[in-house]
């Protein structure tokens, strides 16, 4: 497995980007599948897999595989807005099955799904997918798809919106490039720890997280509360592409998230009109085809929001700044909704508080608490504030 | 039981301004004074602060003026005597003696303090914990 080094905070952030960073993060952790519940939506995966390829299955002939897909793929999941379940995709794999029409392979799917008395009682049928709901926790959508031997490479077709044809879709093949613009111009190779299995960037402890995947994350996340469920939703693909292709490798999460945005703006500035939004692994393929002006606009107008919030808590005018955390918060609660952050604020606290009971805080001259390590800073010692 | 070597009013003053350059502190007739200004860290606004001891009596710490809000107006800070008083220790001689330096724990309290003050502004909540008045009675400062 791929690891980053765990972010562990021995000093307090002295600037406004380090404190964001930190913040940043602990919105993601917030937001994001636990590791408890990621191990157990993996063995749920596992065990559809193993249903489907079992001794006796009518779907053993075809070598069935399941695997997931999109954010649980990237290591990018956000849990909806005002939701308590996760969506995970997850591609179930037959193999010499190109021939056959997608309506066919989907049948099959759903009829040995349905064999299965557990999975019959949460299984639903969706245009092109089936669903499994593990009720308060997350829904597996699961696509059939075939190889696209044409192709290869872990090319796969899957069944295009009305079931009716197949169309090409690559997960693995896009999860690779995403991948590799995560490792991007960022010297990993020092940051890497040994014992490399399989570059599954999703199943690493959140803390361990690229901040390209964070960078995706919150732009999911602003993107649903900007969107509130509107039906121009921006796709999460189309988020994910653009970060990668703008990201240039800063470690510092609040100013790679800058960098994005500062890129992506600029790009459809430039772009009266809609632009192609090419598959970075599909040339050809197009995640803006179906957006129209007043759509492009919206999305526009999302990046232009983001951009302009972030910079105000990174850079604050002298009036905000006298306005404290105060004015920062309110900017963050626009952008991530405030419960999140209210939640980040209260982590920051129960942080801040283990230093002070441990003695390990310090402060400099100025006033400006310090970790106790930090040279020319005083220990702080244990005090109980007092009064009503 | 030890006795304690209480810290002269001059010593108290020059411990201040050796660990806070930018604080201005004056003696007159055996009250110290320290005023300056304090930034708890690098998202919080800049306070200007007063601390005024006696020997004999418990440190008063003071942010003038109107820098120091209730989320609702006429409302109440947590952990002060007044608008413009925090609260830093439980006036108990395990909080605070006379030979603490002020440099070394009322000015890190102040500046905590305001953190979770802030915290407080922001989310409504105050996570600095600390000891509610009434729920013991006041004591003698040590002396």
Same mark, same amino acid.
């Given at each position: 497995?791929?690891?980053?080094?765990?972010?562990?905070?021995?000093?307090?952030?002295s600037?406004?980007?380090?404190?964001?960073?930190?913040?940043?993060?602990?919105v /993601?952790?917030?937001?994001?599948l636990?590791?408890?519940? %990621?191990?157990?939506?993996?063995?749920?995966?596992?065990?559809v897999?193993?249903?489907?390829?079992a001794?006796?299955?009518s779907?053993?002939?075809?070598?069935?595989?399941?695997?997931?897909?999109?954010?649980?793929?990237?290591g990018?999941?956000? $849990?909806?807005y005002?939701q308590?379940?996760?969506?995970?995709?997850?591609?179930c794999?037959?193999?010499? /099955?190109?021939?056959?029409?997608?309506?066919t392979?989907?049948?099959?799917?759903?009829?040995?799904?349905?064999?299965n008395e557990?999975?019959?009682e949460m299984?639903?049928?969706?245009?092109?997918?089936? +669903?499994?709901?593990?009720?308060g926790s997350?829904h597996?959508?699961?696509l059939?798809? /075939?190889?696209?031997? +044409?192709?290869g490479?872990?090319?796969?077709?899957?069944?295009?919106?009305?079931?009716?044809?197949?169309?090409?879709?690559?997960?693995?093949?896009f999860?690779?490039?995403?991948?590799?613009? /995560?490792?991007?111009?960022d010297?990993?190779?020092?940051?890497?720890?040994?014992?490399?299995?399989?570059?599954?960037?999703?199943?690493?402890?959140?803390?361990?997280?690229?901040p390209?995947?964070?960078?995706?994350?919150?732009m999911?996340?602003?993107?649903?509360?900007?969107f509130?469920g509107? $039906?121009?939703?921006?796709?999460?693909v189309?988020?994910t592409?653009?970060?990668?292709? %703008?990201?240039?490798?800063?470690?510092?999460l609040? &100013?790679?998230?800058?960098?994005?945005l500062?890129?992506?703006?600029?790009?459809?500035e430039?772009?009266?009109?809609?632009?192609?939004?090419e598959?970075?692994?599909?040339?050809?393929?197009d995640?803006a085809?179906?957006?129209?002006?007043?759509?492009?606009?919206?999305?526009?107008s999302?990046?232009?929001?983001? +951009?302009?919030?972030?910079?105000a808590?990174?850079?604050?005018s002298?009036?905000?700044?006298?306005?404290? &955390?105060?004015?920062?918060?309110?900017?963050?609660?626009?952008?991530?909704?405030?419960?999140r952050?209210?939640?980040?604020?209260r982590?920051?606290?129960?942080?801040?508080?283990e230093r002070?009971?441990g003695?390990k805080?310090?402060?400099?001259?100025?006033?400006? &608490?310090?970790?106790?390590?930090?040279v020319?800073?005083a220990?702080v010692?244990?005090?109980? %504030?007092?009064?009503r | 039981m030890?006795r304690?070597?209480?810290?002269?009013?001059?010593d108290?003053?020059?411990?201040?301004?050796? #660990?806070?350059?930018?604080? #201005?502190?004056d003696?007159?007739?055996?009250?110290?004074?320290? #005023?300056?200004r304090?930034q708890?860290?690098?998202?919080?606004?800049?306070?200007?602060?007063?601390?005024?001891? #006696?020997v004999?009596?418990?440190?008063?710490?003071?942010?003038?003026g109107?820098?120091?809000q209730?989320?609702?107006s006429?409302?109440?800070i947590p952990?002060t005597?007044a608008?413009?008083?925090?609260?830093?220790?439980?006036?108990?001689?395990?909080?605070?003696?006379?030979?603490m330096k002020?440099?070394?724990?009322?000015?890190p309290?102040?500046?905590?303090?305001l953190?979770?003050?802030?915290m407080?502004r922001?989310?409504?909540?105050?996570?600095?914990?600390?000891?509610?008045?009434?729920?013991?009675?006041?004591l003698?400062?040590?002396a």
């Amino acid at each position: 497995m791929l690891l980053v080094e765990p972010q562990t905070h021995t000093a307090l952030p002295s600037n406004r980007a380090e404190w964001l960073d930190r913040h940043l993060a602990r919105v /993601c952790i917030l937001s994001e599948l636990t590791p408890t519940q %990621f191990r157990n939506a993996e063995e749920k995966y596992h065990a559809v897999g193993d249903w489907l390829a079992a001794d006796g299955s009518s779907l053993a002939v075809f070598a069935p595989e399941v695997y997931p897909q999109g954010s649980m793929l990237l290591g990018t999941t956000v $849990r909806p807005y005002g939701q308590s379940e996760y969506d995970l995709d997850l591609v179930c794999q037959l193999h010499w /099955c190109a021939q056959q029409p997608p309506l066919t392979i989907y049948a099959w799917v759903h009829e040995r799904m349905a064999a299965n008395e557990t999975y019959l009682e949460m299984l639903e049928k969706l245009k092109r997918c089936l +669903r499994l709901n593990y009720a308060g926790s997350f829904h597996l959508d699961i696509l059939p798809a /075939c190889p696209n031997d +044409r192709i290869g490479n872990g090319s796969i077709i899957v069944p295009d919106r009305k079931l009716e044809c197949w169309k090409h879709s690559n997960p693995k093949g896009f999860a690779a490039w995403f991948l590799e613009q /995560c490792r991007l111009r960022d010297q990993l190779a020092e940051r890497m720890l040994k014992g490399s299995v399989e570059p599954l960037p999703s199943a690493v402890p959140s803390q361990y997280k690229f901040p390209l995947q964070r960078i995706v994350q919150l732009m999911k996340r602003h993107r649903d509360i900007y969107f509130s469920g509107g $039906r121009d939703i921006a796709r999460s693909v189309i988020l994910t592409t653009l970060a990668g292709g %703008f990201y240039q490798g800063q470690r510092s999460l609040s &100013l790679a998230l800058e960098g994005v945005l500062d890129g992506i703006h600029y790009a459809l500035e430039a772009n009266p009109t809609v632009p192609k939004i090419e598959n970075p692994t599909h040339p050809g393929e197009d995640f803006a085809d179906t957006w129209d002006q007043a759509k492009y606009e919206r999305f526009k107008s999302y990046i232009r929001n983001f +951009r302009v919030e972030l910079k105000a808590v990174l850079n604050p005018s002298l009036t905000e700044q006298r306005m404290g &955390l105060e004015k920062s918060t309110e900017r963050l609660g626009h952008l991530f909704g405030s419960n999140r952050v209210n939640e980040a604020i209260r982590i920051e606290a129960n942080e801040l508080n283990e230093r002070r009971i441990g003695g390990k805080l310090g402060i400099a001259s100025g006033g400006v &608490l310090t970790a106790l390590s930090q040279v020319g800073s005083a220990a702080v010692p244990r005090n109980q %504030f007092f009064g009503r | 039981m030890n006795r304690i070597k209480t810290l002269g009013i001059r010593d108290q003053a020059a411990w201040v301004r050796s #660990r806070y350059p930018g604080f #201005r502190c004056d003696v007159t007739g055996g009250l110290l004074t320290c #005023r300056g200004r304090l930034q708890p860290g690098p998202m919080n606004a800049t306070y200007e602060v007063v601390i005024q001891y #006696r020997v004999g009596t418990w440190p008063k710490v003071y942010v003038p003026g109107d820098q120091l809000q209730p989320v609702e107006s006429g409302g109440k800070i947590p952990h002060t005597y007044a608008p413009t008083e925090p609260c830093l220790f439980y006036p108990s001689r395990a909080s605070w003696r006379s030979d603490m330096k002020l440099s070394h724990t009322i000015i890190p309290w102040l500046s905590l303090w305001l953190t979770f003050y802030e915290m407080w502004r922001a989310t409504g909540e105050w996570h600095g914990g600390g000891i509610s008045h009434g729920a013991v009675k006041e004591l003698e400062p040590a002396a």
